[in-house]
């Protein structure tokens, strides 16, 4: 089973996400997209989206994949 840790990156649904938050009564994880949305009709930065989603779900297991770092 895939696990998620505070200050882990992963690629979630192909996109780069940080782990910047832990709920650890339903082992929930607040995930932030490293890209800035952007309004569609005048491009102005919307800052970064954040998605909160339960670690055993369907959802996060299908939909995440380890980074390869280097040492």
Avoid: A
């Avoid at 339903?26 to 800035?36: A, G, T």
């Amino acid at each position: 089973m895939k696990d998620c840790n505070l200050g882990d990156y992963l690629f979630y649904e192909d996109k780069l996400v940080k782990c910047v938050g832990i709920n650890d009564g339903y082992k929930e994880v607040i995930l932030e997209f490293l890209k800035d949305e952007h309004c569609p009709h005048c491009n102005e930065s919307l800052g970064k989206k954040q998605i909160n989603i339960i670690v055993q779900s369907k959802n996060f297991q299908d939909n995440s994949k380890q980074i390869q770092t280097i040492k």
